[in-house]
C-alpha cells in the first residue's frame, strides 16, 4: 500500500451502550490518493458527518484505523491531535465560520500563525493565496461585506493555507449560489489536480459530482452500491431506487421519488422537473 | 491571539463601552471614597504637619491628638525647655469644640497658644490678624463666609463669646476646622491655669527629632514624646482604623459591581462567538491558547476601566476645592496598587467561566447534521 494519502480501514463508530447504542459507521473502508476528489453523498442520518468528523480527527473512531501519509492518526494520543489538525487537515464549512472581527487577510493568516509562522511571513503568505483565489482586492475587507462565493473563497484559503494533506469539505457549495457554487467546485477541483491535495467531500448538492473522481452512498453506516441510486426530479435528493417512496411514468422515461409530496408536484407540472434533471444514475 | 483579542473586543463598541463604563464607575466608587478619606485623613494631621513643631510631647501613653485627651502639668514646658538640643518649647491647649456663630454650629479643633508663640499658630490668614488676642478668635474663612461673617463680629467657642480677629485658609476639611484662641482665654474657659494639652518643640539646627525626641524621653518623666512624623503617622493610622470597615464596604461593593460586569460581558462576548472558538478548535487552537483570548479580553477591559475610574475621580478631586474648600480628595499611590490588584482579580475571575466553557467546547457541534 502507497503510504502517501488517506487509508480508511475497517471503521466503526458506536455510540452509548447496551440497549441505547447507535452504530453510526459500520466497518468503513476507503483510500484517497494524492490529488483524488472523493463526494460522500447520502441522506441525513447516514452518517456522513460523524465519517467526516473522524477523517479530521475530530472524533475517534470505535474500531478501525484512519492513516493519514503514513501516520496512523486513530492511534495518537489527544494532546497531539491539534497539531495534527492544525498541519495536516484543512476543513471547509458550509456557513463557512470565518473569524468575523478579523478582516480576509488576518483570517487566513491567522491559521498560519496558529502552525507556527511569524506573523509578517502568514500574512505575505495568505496575501500571496487569497490573490491566486482572486481575492486580492479584499484583504482588507471584513467577512461580513463579502458574498457568498467570496466567503468560501477565503474558507478555502484558510484550509490551504498550511498546505495540508487532505482537505475536508462540508456541504461547500450549501449556502451558494448556482454560480458561485461553480465558482468553488472548480476552485476544489483545482486544489485537488494543480496542487495535489486530496479532498473528500460530504455534500447533497448533484453538481459536485462533475467535479469528483468518485461519488460514494453513505447509509446506515455503510458504503452501499451506488449504481442502484437514482435522483428525485423535484427536490433533487439522492436515493436508491428499492426505496423510492412512488415512482411514475412519464413520456416513456420512470421517474424516482423520496415521497409522494413530490411525486404529487411532478404530477401537477411534469415537464418543468423533467427539463431540469432527468433521472439520473449516481456515479 | 492578543490580535484576535482585541479585534473581537472592539467589533461590538456598545459592549465595550458598557463593560469599560461599568467597571469605571464601579472602580471610581472604590477610588472616590479611598480618596475622599485619604483627603480627610490629611487635613486631620494638617496642624501636626504645619505646626512647624518637630517633635510633640504628650501625656504619658497619648499617641494621638483625637479620640485620647492629653494632659500635662504646666512645668513641664520648662523641663522639656531644658532638655540639650531643644531650641525652644511652647505649651498649647487643644480640645474639640462647637464654633456658635449666628444660627449656625460647626466643629472645630480649638487651640490655644500663649500669646508670644513664635510658631504653632496660623499658617495661612487671609483677613486680619496672625495671633489671637485677648477675646479674640481667629477661624477658616469658609465658616465665617457660610455663616456670613467677617472679621470682627463674634461667635461662640468654649462657652465664650470671642471677636473675630483672622481668617485663615486651608484649616477646614468635610467634619471640622480649625480655630485659635488665646491660651488665657482657653484655660479660663477649661478653669484650670497649671494644666497643659502638649508642648511643641523645635529642635536646634544641628539635631535631628529623633535625637532630641529620645533625649527629652529619657530626661522628662511622665510624657510620651513623638517626632511630628511618628505623631501624624498615629493620626493617620487611628484615622484609617476607624474608616477601615466603611472603606472595606464600599471596596466590596465596587469589586462585586465591576465583577458582575466584567464577567458578564466577557461571557456573552465569549459565548455568542462559540462557533468561532469552535472553529479555532478544529483548526488546531489548543484550549490555552483560546483562554490567552478571553483572558485578554478581560484584562484589556478591566484596564480600560481602571484609567477610566482613575481619571473621573482626578477630574472630581481637581473640581472638588472648587465646588468646596473643605471637600479635598486625594488619591494615594497606595490606593491606586491596591485597586490595580483589584482590577486584576476582577479580570481573572471574570475570565475564568467563559474559559471553563472552552475548555469543555467540542469542535464537533461546529459540523453540524448527519
Redesign the interface.
Known sequence: MNDRGLHVSHLTKRFGGGDTEVV?IRDVSLDVSPGEIVLIMGP???????L??ML?A??KPTEGAITLDGLELSALSEARL??????QFG?I?Q?F?L????NVQ?NVA??AE??GLGRKEAHKKAAQLLTELGLGHRLRFAPEKLSGGEKQRVAIA?ALINDPALILA??PTANLDSGHGHETMRLLREIASERGHSVVIVSHDQRIKDIADRVLWLEDGRFTDAVSMVIDPVCGMALQVDRAAATLAHSGTTYYFCSRGCSWEFQGSPDEFVRGAVPERVR | MIRLALRNLVQNKTRLLVSVGGVGLALTLVFFFDAVFTGAAGRLTLYIDRSGADVWVSQEGVRTMHMSASSLPASVTGEVAAVPGVEEAIPILYSTDMIQAKDSEHVAYVFGLPRDATFGGPWKIVDGAARAGPGEVIIDHSIAASAGLRVGDRVTVLGQELEIAGLTSGTSSLVNSVAFVTMDDFARARGQNQVISFVLVKVAADESPSGVAARIGQNVDGVTVQTSQQFAHEERKLVKDMSTDIINIMNTAGFLTGLAVVALTIYIATISRRKEYGVLKAMGARNGALYRVVVIQALVSVALGLFTGLGITLLIAALAPRISESLVLTVSLSSLLRVTVVSAVIAGVAAALPASQLARLEPVAIIRRG
Do not use: H, Q, V, Y
Open positions: 453510526a441525513s442520518g447516514s452518517g456522513k458527518t460523524t467526516l468528523l479530521g475530530l472524533l491539534p497539531d495534527i489538525r492544525m498541519r476543513f464549512f456557513d465560520n473569524l468575523s472581527a478579523l488576518d491567522f491559521a496558529l502552525a484558510r462540508d456541504e
